[in-house]
Structures are given as structure tokens and as C-alpha cells.
């Protein structure tokens, strides 16, 4: 079965600064990639994905990610962090079910503090 | 498009109890997945569901069960409830296609938070 590791529970950057969140995933076949966030009291909001193709991805708010297959990576990051980006972020990876469809299996979650 | 709507938003229980949680998906998505979020252990995954049938299991006890409506709205029940249980429930939404391509993006819900005493 596929995994997810993220490194860092609890990541600190100040406004401004660069934002590397770190995934790694385990897997024998080329996955899909996502990269959620989760606000207080809220569900998840998809920020970028990664099927197939180029593996630099793009996402909202200004993040990207890229796919490094070499490496089993998929680290997230933004140039400049703004005090709106304060979140969790979840990676996740698609396991392929018995059913032949996918489900996924999320990293435990990284909580993003943005200092003033 | 309305988004995944999930009742209640907040539920508190004792132990011994059950409890019923509602996931109405996005008009159109035929597939209903079931997550656990807690700080410990993260998001889990319960179970999914697609026309009425589960399709997808995770690795949780029997006490823990679902359903799905021809309207693909879900339920998921936990009966004899434990302290443990205390957590977010997320129910996401996709199109649910299969097929090797079909990474079915998923939408999620607000979710229920439930608190066992």
C-alpha cells in the first residue's frame, strides 16, 4: 500500500518569506499527487494536483509543487507567504482500490504559522 | 453549483451511543467518501461509496458502517460509541469514474464534529 510522510508538524515562516512544505510518498507505480488545505472549521480545498505531464504544477494562492520521481518528493512551495496562507496542508496520494478506482491516503498534516 | 453539504456541524454523545452523520454530495457526483480526522492520526479513510454500494473500505471496525441513497446522498453511522471516536468527520464528493485514468478529484465537506463524553 501507498504512503505519505510529511515532514514537520508544525512549520513557522515569516511574512514574506519562502514556503517549503515537504511530502514524500511511497509507491511502485507512478501516483497522483495533491496537495490540500485546511482552514479552521473547514473542509479541505484542493490546491494543485499532479497526474501526468509536466511535473512543475501549479496550484492557487500562488503555490506550486513539483513532482520528482527520483526522489519520491512532492514539496510544496510559495515564494512570498502572507498571513492568509496560516493553515494546515495535507499531501496526498491516490491508492489504487480493489474496486479498480482510487482512494486516497493523506499525509498526518502540516500546520503553517505565518509571523508579522 | 451548491458544494458537499454535511449535517449536523456539530454533535455531542456519550459513550454507548450511536450516531448518524448526513453527507449530501455535489449534484451529479455519483461517489461518497467517509474520512476520520483526528490530531493524533490524521485523515483516515472509512469507506466510499458509488450507486449505493460500498466500493471502498478502510480499516475501521464494524461499528462503524454507511449508506448510500439513490439521490447519492450518504450516511454513515457509529454505534456503541467510544472516546475514541471523538473527531472530524469529512465526507468528499467526486464523480467516482473508474478506469486507470480516473483520479476522481474530491470535493470535501465541511464536516461534523463529533465529541463523545
Known amino acids: 500500500a501507498q504512503s505519505v510522510t510529511q515532514l514537520g508538524s508544525h512549520v513557522s515562516v515569516s511574512e514574506g518569506a519562502l514556503v517549503l512544505l515537504r511530502c514524500n510518498y511511497s509507491?511502485?507505480?507512478?501516483?497522483?499527487l495533491f496537495w490540500y488545505v485546511q482552514y479552521p472549521n473547514q473542509g479541505l480545498q484542493l490546491l494543485l494536483k499532479?497526474?501526468?505531464?509536466?511535473?512543475l504544477v501549479k496550484g492557487i494562492n500562488g503555490f506550486e509543487a513539483e513532482f520528482k520521481k527520483s526522489e519520491t518528493s512532492f514539496h510544496l512551495t510559495k515564494p512570498s507567504a502572507h498571513m492568509s496562507d496560516a493553515a494546515e496542508y495535507f499531501c496526498?496520494?491516490?491508492?489504487?482500490?480493489?474496486?479498480?478506482?482510487?482512494?486516497?491516503?493523506f499525509g498526518t498534516g502540516t500546520r503553517l504559522k505565518v509571523l508579522a | 453549483k451548491a458544494g458537499v453539504t454535511q449535517t449536523p456541524r456539530y454533535l455531542i454523545k456519550t459513550r454507548g451511543q450511536q450516531v448518524t452523520l448526513s453527507c449530501s454530495p455535489i449534484?451529479?457526483?455519483?461517489?461518497v467518501s467517509w474520512y476520520q480526522q483526528t490530531p493524533g492520526q490524521g485523515l483516515q479513510f472509512l469507506f466510499e461509496y458509488f450507486s449505493e454500494t460500498q466500493r471502498n473500505k478502510g480499516n475501521f471496525p464494524g461499528r462503524f458502517s454507511g449508506r448510500q441513497f439513490s439521490n447519492s446522498r450518504s450516511e454513515m453511522n457509529v454505534s456503541t460509541l467510544e472516546l475514541g471516536d471523538s473527531a472530524l468527520y469529512l465526507c468528499?464528493?467526486?464523480?467516482?469514474?473508474?478506469?486507470?485514468?480516473?483520479?476522481?478529484?474530491?470535493?470535501f465537506g465541511p464536516g461534523t464534529r463529533l465529541t463523545v463524553l
Open positions: 449534484s451529479g457526483h455519483r461517489s
Open positions: 499532479y497526474t501526468t505531464g509536466a511535473t
Open positions: 496526498a496520494v491516490s491508492d489504487r482500490g480493489t474496486s479498480g478506482t482510487y482512494k486516497y491516503i
Open positions: 509507491s511502485s507505480v507512478p501516483p497522483y
Open positions: 468528499a464528493s467526486s464523480a467516482g469514474l473508474a478506469g486507470r485514468n480516473s483520479y476522481n478529484e474530491q470535493f
